[in-house]
């Protein structure tokens, strides 16, 4: 539609032609009311039934809430409206009509299940509360982008169907492909690595990862957007510069560019940019800290992965985003390295919100012989992996970098239940349609 104009930009003394959804009709007697609702708003539409042609009251009046119509008319100040304008209509036409009975109610005065508003995705993105987390999130993806841009990264897209996991069986959901098996990707670690030793040296990517993670969370998806890094030439000291970059860049897009998405949330007074300078506390801290808090059933010990009660107990006493660093080798994958010094001691890296991890990410191994003796640790064979580990053969560089879950990092910007929130069409042990 050429000429048409969003609600939000009619102007007194303007002829426009709007088009959108019925949001309510009231009807008064000699006079009647419908809101119309687009992307940019509602408005208030007038019906003086005296004075109009029927055809406009008649229609205007018998469709359905949600129906989507074309109203032309004439936009006047009229303060008791509620955006202090309202159009006199002086030509409708129904485009789309809508059933009487809804699955969910668009205008929020029915709450709804989570489940029920997963199945009407399309009918629970027209309350504004819901739609504005995913102008949020795309402000995110677009921030996060610029960012590495701005770092002098590549953006790269790598395959999702693959012939072995990252990190082992568990969490692999197996294909077919053309009568072999096959997996889908569970992250693009190994790949990311193999362009960070290409020529391009600075890579990240946005892009789903697999987990047939067994587990029903508010924290895990079973698909999920992964955001990955990989540089050479940088250790993860500085990997977690980058980390905390991408973080607060995202905080501080949308910030300058979501307050209207911000005010239907009801977040504008409570959302705040981090300052940065995380603090990076090592593991070993981490664990002192954690059992001294007193919080935990059974005190944690070295060796220990954080549970969820440890990483929330971090988290209030942390009070803010951190980074764990120095973790134990064994709980770390192959790829990490471990420091020559103190072999039992990683130079992995997680990023925590106070409510959930972020990201994991580390220096990477990038000798060729200690990296196969890690595939062997991890119980890997390494002959599945040959076109990964051949290339470190070939001049392969220091290099670090991490992965981020673009879903929690959206989750906690918001504060929100749980990343299916995020998420339009989550993926989990009940959900595999819409
Ligand atoms: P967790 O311990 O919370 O299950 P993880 O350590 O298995 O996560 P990583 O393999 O380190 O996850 O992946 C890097 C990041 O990707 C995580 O920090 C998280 O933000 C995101 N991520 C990983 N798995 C999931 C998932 N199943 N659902 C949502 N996000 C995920
Ligand atoms: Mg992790």
């Known amino acids: 539609m050429e000429d048409r104009t969003y609600v939000a930009d009619a102007e007194p003394g303007d002829e426009v032609t709007i088009a959108g959804w019925v ?10 009311f419908l809101i119309l609702r687009d992307r940019s708003g509602k408005i208030q ?15 205007g009046l018998g469709v359905h809430r949600e129906s989507v119509l074309s109203i032309t008319g004439r936009v006047e100040e009229e303060e008791r409206a509620p955006t202090g304008v309202e159009v006199i209509p002086d030509g409708i036409e129904v485009i789309s009509e809508a059933d009487t009975e809804l699955p969910l109610d668009p205008s929020g005065k029915v709450d709804a299940e989570l489940s029920t508003r997963l199945d009407n995705r399309t009918l629970d993105l027209r309350k504004p509360g819901v739609k504005a987390i995913f102008e949020i999130r795309s402000e995110v993806q677009r921030a996060v982008r610029e960012t590495f841009r701005g770092l002098d990264c590549t953006e790269i897209n790598t395959p999702k169907i693959v012939a072995t996991g990252t990190e082992g069986g568990t969490e692999l959901f197996p294909i077919t492909y053309f009568g072999r098996e096959a997996f889908m990707n569970q992250s693009p670690q190994l790949f990311k690595q193999l362009m960070a030793g290409s020529g391009l040296e600075r890579v990240f990517e946005v892009g789903p990862i697999f987990r047939a993670e067994e587990h029903n969370t508010p924290r895990h998806l079973n698909e999920a957007t992964s955001i990955d890094f990989e540089a050479t030439f940088i250790d993860q000291h500085e990997a977690m510069d980058v980390a905390e970059a991408i973080v607060v860049s995202a905080y501080d897009a949308v910030d300058q560019n979501c307050q209207t998405a911000l005010e239907a949330l009801g977040l504008v007074d409570e959302f705040t940019v981090p300052e ?21 059933d059974e005190p944690l010990v070295w060796g220990d992965d954080l549970s969820t009660e440890a990483e929330r107990a971090l988290g209030d006493d942390v009070g803010g985003h951190y980074f764990v660093t120095d973790w134990p080798s064994e709980i770390k994958p192959f790829y990490i390295q471990d420091y020559d010094d103190d072999p039992e001691l990683s130079k992995g890296f997680d990023l925590n919100h106070p409510r959930m991890e972020l990201v994991s990410g580390g220096q990477r191994e990038h000798r060729h012989e200690p990296l196969i003796e890690g ?20 001049g392969m560089p220091p290099h670090a970098g ?3 879950g673009a879903e929690r990092l959206v989750t906690t910007m918001l504060d929100l239940d749980n990343v299916r929130e995020a998420t339009l069409f989550p993926r989990d042990r009940q959900r595999l349609s819409p």
Do not use: S
């Open 23 to 32: 949001h309510e009709t009231r009807d008064l007697g000699g006079i009647a």
């Open 45 to 59: 539409v007038k019906f003086e039934k005296d004075e109009m042609d029927d055809h406009i009251v008649e229609t």
């Open 276 to 296: 940065g300078d995380f603090p990076r506390l090592t593991y070993e801290e981490c664990i002192e800290r954690v059992n001294a808090t007193g919080e935990l």
């Open 375 to 394: 595939f062997e640790q991890q119980g890997l064979p390494p002959a599945d992996f040959e076109y990964y580990t051949k290339m470190f053969k070939y």
């Open 402 to 404: 991490w992965g981020m």
